[in-house]
């Protein structure tokens, strides 16, 4: 694999299925890392939770051409960031799917997280293809099966996995904290919002 770092790799699982390509992104993942990090207008968002609210244990944005509901909220998309565009463009290409929004995470240490869900939102469609960048500080992604089965993933700076299939129905993920990491980490979830029920 030399410089580029692992290649692209299917993963076939129960009601799903995963592409896991660790070095996608590794000629350019320090300038996106930098750019992203700087120039995404990054905001601490609320979460409702039994009743209460609380501020997410990450910083967030939403981008693209749609509205989004997204944990009982609406949010108003940012306008396209050229490099977001960009990447946007790649990540078509090299899917054959359009996308026309896309979830920037910024988890700013191990401290920062994101817990059980699937991304099952009606907005999105029944069986959603959703292509996630991570830059910046490696961290685990756990997969569970509703059956019981459990995965696990090291999401590495520079690599994309698209989750793809009835993943959505069948698996839940999360980001979870991990001691020790100090390094902050920015993931983007590109994802095609269908024109039905979309909220200008
Ligand atoms: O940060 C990650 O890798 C996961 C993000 C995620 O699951 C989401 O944005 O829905
Ligand atoms: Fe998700």
Redesign the pocket.
Known sequence: MGLWGGAPEWIELSGGRLLWWPGAFAAEADAWLAQLGREIPWRQHRLRLFGRELDEP?L?CWMGEAAYRYSGRTRAPEPWHPLVAEMRRRLEALCERPFNGV?L?L?RDGRDS?GW?A?DEPELGPDPL?A?V?LGAG?R?LLRHGGGERRELM?DHGSL?VMAGEMQHHWQ???PRMAGVTEA?I?L?FRYLPPQGREE
């Open positions: 990450r967030s979830l995470n988890y994101m869900h991304d959703i996630s991570s961290r992604f999401l996995l993920h999360a980001l980490r993931n979830t």
